[in-house]
């Protein structure tokens, strides 16, 4: 016979005040605090949103699946896809110890700028919501519970840790609150994660009226919050404004928690509320009767068939078709093909940041292409550098540790010459000095260039002579999350042959404004200084053959967390490459892989262009299948591409409140027009609209057909809308519904989107699509009433496959105002 363990509330009223307070903070980096006297385990969670990272180091750590980031999976406009996604990265969860997951991230595309856009999906908040939605689902139905976030209004990385987002009440019920809501009430989010920024003054971590007036009163959420890394900042305040974890560990900021509890009842009643969904995660989790080994060594490796498939369909599905004169696309078999750029055999499969892992394998485009048209049908051509540091070298980095008399400590190795410290050897102290080594293999004499960036001070001697000093004058730069130094760099001279390479390190003390203890981390770049003709030789390859596909973008050094984005133009000199293939090639492809849009000169001179974003680590596969006509390409835009970056919503012509933001507030006074909004609003020609998309077919949609032409308050519509394949292939497309509000009240956007549909069509096929609205779908928000509010009259219908391309259109009256107010309930225990 065996004896039922206790639930969460049994246990709850067994804890001690101390074991409460206790379970509200994390125990380490990953980890909440077990409590071995109730039998009570640790619950582990892990990164993130494109693949379960485990509990290593964001360099290195347990090999794990890399999925397309979020900007991809946007692209799919798939719903039931996201949610087969969040399936198989419970499985990743799970091998890894892991309970949590860390995702997904949807916060808008509220500018080009932003240094995260690539992990979220979308400039729209019912996209967003929708996928995020699907996300969740998946991934809870397999027992791991998915943290949203960020809680709210992180829309850019500037000055993120302390910065004030000051967003107008209509713009944050409308448009930035509804992803969270959507994911909340139809997703069962188990969990959420408060942002680092402040909210209209308040930091989101100790916000009432967003963690308990809306999301726990307004939308019912039973679930837990915890902080982002580092982003609590009080004790008692934290918890009673509902708050319940900190992470992570050992405790920082509720240092003082149990003091306050016992001398204040509201505390303490908040410390037993936050304890209890501790307890429930855990038990939602299946953590309290299966507990899992959360030691990181114990973590599995294991790489799955399926999941590998999926990323390749995914990635396809979500590559975008920008361009296809000639029909120059997908290429024929046999061809002969110059694969030319600096992303052709470097696989650019994921962003930077917190977001990055250590994939199984990162297949290249030059690999995929190979693979699938044999080796000797494709040739390459590097033909431009898009580094924003020196690379990283895959060369074994010896680490020892010493103390003040230089006597070695302990000694640990790393296979890359990169690594931030999480976690230090025993007996290391927080404030250590490191002396790390490594060899050079200098190919032939030369001069190379060298370089460094930090968080701490460096050092870099070749051969026993210094060649970069990253200490005497360091200086606070972009790297490693706002932490790190700008990157040093110096050129040298090296004989052909082997070098020893010495980096002496200092770490920085902990500060006590991170919240948690001092981050370190060091890389070192190596690299010979490039040919002056590369970018002529690539050219000459490019005439030799069929076709050439130039790969050009970005990497997770651009397009990371702690940093906004450089601008729009493509980094080093890419766009002068692709003109000169362009020349030598009439049947040029552009294959652009970057987290967000792109300004393209060449345009008018490439027939055809593919976005393929950074689509996991089946990356080649996918692009060879869509560039060959394996797989159509399924993606549509999820976010506007500007013409120029003046037209961005909030890039005025000078730095100012509006972007990046100044004395410590970013003013959202764009309100409710980003995006699609901000285009028709403006009177704008975008580079490419949002939703836009071609395919290797054409489809033709019908007339709409509507449940009713007249619509009293609370009331559903269906709308159905034939669509059919009008071409000789198989192919995807969306069907898009944007409403507009003719006898609106208050100022609104042109349209809204508010449904859409993805269907796949063989030739000739046809399929009725139906796409149903309710009255959240003809309101907005009246800050005044405090209420949603559909005016009474008349809504048009705007039906079609992007938001520039609407060609069928209806109408239908709603016959008196329907309003919902919103009333907030007060937080349960």
């Known amino acids: ?434 002396r790390l080594t490594l060899t050079l293999d200098a190919p032939e004499a030369g001069m190379y260039d060298l370089s460094l960036a930090s968080a701490g001070r460096s050092c870099l001697s070749v051969d026993g002579t210094l060649v970069v000093d990253n200490a005497t004058n360091w200086a606070a730069g972009d790297t490693y999350f706002g932490f790190g130094s700008a990157e040093v760099r110096a050129r040298t001279f090296l004989g052909a042959g082997p070098h020893r390479a010495v980096i002496d390190f200092g770490a920085v003390a902990p500060d006590p404004s991170l919240g948690i203890a001092a981050f370190n981390a060091l890389r070192f770049g190596f690299r010979a200084p490039l040919s002056p003709t590369l970018i002529e030789e690539a050219a000459q390859l490019a005439a030799q053959a069929d076709y050439a596909v130039v790969c050009v973008g970005t990497n997770g050094d651009w397009e990371t967390e702690g940093v906004d984005r450089w601008g729009l133009t493509l980094p080093g000199r890419q766009d002068e490459l692709v003109q000169a293939v362009a020349r030598a090639n009439p049947n040029t492809v552009v294959l652009l892989q970057t987290g967000g849009p792109v300004l393209m000169p060449w345009l008018p001179d490439v027939p055809a262009v593919v976005q393929a974003w950074f689509p996991g680590q089946e990356a080649g596969h996918a692009v060879a299948d869509v560039l060959l006509g394996h797989a159509d390409p399924g993606g549509r835009l999820p976010q506007t591409f500007p013409a120029r970056l003046e037209d961005d919503p909030v890039q005025p012509q000078t730095p100012d409140v509006q972007y990046p933001g100044e004395q410590g507030r970013v003013a959202y006074q764009e309100g409710l027009f980003i995006g699609y909004r901000h285009v028709d609003r403006s009177g704008l020609t975008p580079l490419f609209p949002f939703g836009f998309g071609l395919s290797y077919t054409t489809f033709e949609l019908g007339e709409a057909q509507l449940s009713a032409g007249a619509l009293a308050p609370g009331d559903a519509l269906g709308v159905t809308v034939p669509v059919r394949n009008t071409g000789d292939r198989a192919g995807q497309t969306v069907v898009q519904l944007y409403v507009q509000d003719v006898d609106t009240t208050l100022e609104r956007p042109a349209k809204e989107l508010k449904a859409f549909a993805k269907v796949t069509l063989r030739p000739g096929e046809e399929q009725t699509v139906t796409l149903d609205l309710d009255m959240r779908s003809l309101a907005y928000f009246d800050d005044v009433r405090h209420a949603w509010v559909a005016d009474a009259g008349e809504f048009r219908l705007l039906i079609g496959q992007s938001s520039a391309d609407l060609p069928v259109t209806a109408s239908v009256r709603l016959l008196g105002e329907w309003a919902a107010p919103v009333r907030p309930a007060a937080a349960q225990d």
């Open 1 to 434: 016979m065996t004896t039922r363990r206790p639930d969460s509330d049994t246990l709850l009223d067994q804890l001690t005040l101390e074991e409460q307070v206790a379970l509200l903070a994390g125990a380490d980096f990953w980890r909440t605090v077990p409590i071995h006297r109730l039998n009570i385990p640790a619950l582990k969670v892990t990164d993130g949103p494109a693949g379960a990272r485990g509990g290593g180091a964001l360099i290195g750590g347990t090999p794990t699946t890399a999925f397309p980031v979020g900007i991809a999976l946007g692209s799919t406009w798939n719903p039931a896809l996201l949610r087969r996604i969040g399936e198989h990265l419970a499985r990743e969860a799970q091998d890894k110890g892991a309970g949590v997951l860390l995702a997904p991230t949807v916060n808008l595309f509220r500018s080009t700028l932003n240094g995260r856009n690539f992990e979220s999906y979308a400039e729209d908040p019912l996209l967003t919501g929708t996928l995020g939605t699907a996300y969740v689902q998946g991934l809870q139905s397999k027992g791991v519970a998915a943290t949203v976030k960020h809680f709210v209004g992180n829309e850019s990385e500037y000055q993120r840790n302390t910065i004030s987002s000051e967003i107008p009440e209509r713009a944050l019920r409308e448009l930035y609150l509804v992803p969270f809501e959507m994911t909340v009430r139809r997703g069962g989010a188990w969990a959420v994660m408060s942002a680092y920024n402040k909210v209209n003054g308040t930091y989101s971590s100790e916000h009432p009226r967003l963690l308990t007036d809306v999301l726990r009163g307004e939308w019912g959420f039973d679930g837990l919050v915890m902080s982002d890394w580092g982003g609590t900042h009080s004790a008692g305040q934290s918890v009673r404004a509902g708050l319940d974890l900190e992470m992570p560990g050992p405790a920082q900021a509720r240092r003082g928690l149990l003091e306050e509890a016992r001398q204040d009842g509201a505390t303490r009643q908040a410390v037993r509320a936050a304890a209890r969904r501790v307890l429930q995660l855990l038990e939602r989790t299946g953590t309290l009767d299966r507990p899992r080994d959360v030691r990181d060594e114990a973590e599995r490796a294991e790489e799955y068939a399926d999941t590998r498939r999926l990323i390749r369909r995914a990635g396809a599905e979500g590559t975008v078709l920008l361009k296809n004169d000639r029909a120059l696309l997908p290429l024929p078999a046999g061809a002969r093909v110059a694969v030319i750029g600096p992303n052709a055999a470097q696989a650019r499969v994921m962003g930077g940041g917190s977001a990055q892992l250590n994939a199984h394998r990162a297949v290249s485009p030059l690999d995929g292409l190979r693979a699938a048209l044999g080796d000797g049908q494709v040739t390459f051509a590097r033909g431009a550098q898009n580094d924003r540091f020196l690379p990283v070298l895959d060369t074994p980095l010896e680490i020892e540790y010493l103390d003040a008399e230089g006597a070695v400590l302990a000694r640990e190795a790393s296979a890359v010459s990169e690594k931030m410290w999480f976690s230090l050897p025993a007996g290391v102290p927080a404030d250590f000095r490191a």
